[in-house]
T-cell receptor, first 113, second 113 residues
């Protein structure tokens, strides 16, 4: 069993819809949770970062962490065609070691105009 | 400001050939990383360098070697390429080891035939 599980999709939704992307994990020591966005043929870029449980909002994006269920989510409101990309969740147990960031396999998202 | 630059962008090798992937960052970051990305597998860490002069193995180091040439440059060498090393390779850097925001290059698409 992988430490981090992510549905690969593809997920296709109409423009303006609310998108929900999710990851589950097995390591209860994870404390740092990230979402990266990766456009086709580009490198990943950090989108959201949260520590421990709770919500964090940044514009149209909301990251949610439920440590009791070992479940994290990224919500995109008013989705735009420019949001079409692969979204990777990532998590780490130790702030002192970025080498131990574990990435999910990514969910490919397509926003239809 | 170029960020993280990788060369080459594409490469085709024959089994048994060797090559070096180059990476340079201009953000004065201390830590640098090499990942590979395969379908369904997410990003897997090959090697990392927490600071100039140090390198350590990641999750999948077999068949690779690295050199941290100076603070800016971190190269990845395949001594005897195998078809299993066909992948997209990403170099990344962060301010320091433990800083969860890693900045990625655009990737090198390597095919070994």
């Amino acid at each position: 069993q992988k430490e981090v599980e992510q549905d690969p999709g593809p997920l296709s939704v109409p423009e303006g819809a609310i998108v929900s992307l999710n990851c589950t994990y097995s390591n209860s020591a994870f404390q740092y949770f990230m979402w990266y966005r990766q456009y086709s043929r580009k490198g990943p870029e950090l989108l959201m970062y949260t520590y421990s449980s709770g919500n964090k909002e940044d514009g149209r994006f909301t990251a949610q962490v439920d440590k009791s269920s070992k479940y994290i989510s990224l919500f995109i409101r008013d989705s735009q065609p420019s949001d079409s990309a692969t979204y990777l969740c990532a998590m780490s147990a130790e702030y002192s070691s970025a080498s131990k960031i574990i990435f999910g396999s990514g969910t490919r998202l397509s926003i239809r105009p | 400001n170029a960020g993280v630059t990788q060369t080459p962008k594409f490469q085709v090798l024959k089994t048994g050939q060797s090559m070096t992937l180059q990476c340079a960052q201009d953000m004065n970051h201390n830590s640098m990383y090499w990942y590979r990305q395969d379908p369904g597998m997410g990003l897997r860490l090959i090697y990392y360098s927490a600071s100039e002069g140090t390198t350590d193995k990641g999750e999948v180091p077999n068949g690779y070697n690295v050199s941290r040439l100076n603070k800016r440059e971190f190269s990845l060498r395949l001594e005897s390429a195998a078809p299993s090393q066909t992948s997209v390779y990403f170099c990344a850097s962060s301010v320091k080891q433990g800083n969860t925001e890693a900045f990625f290059g655009q990737g090198t698409r390597l095919t070994v035939v």
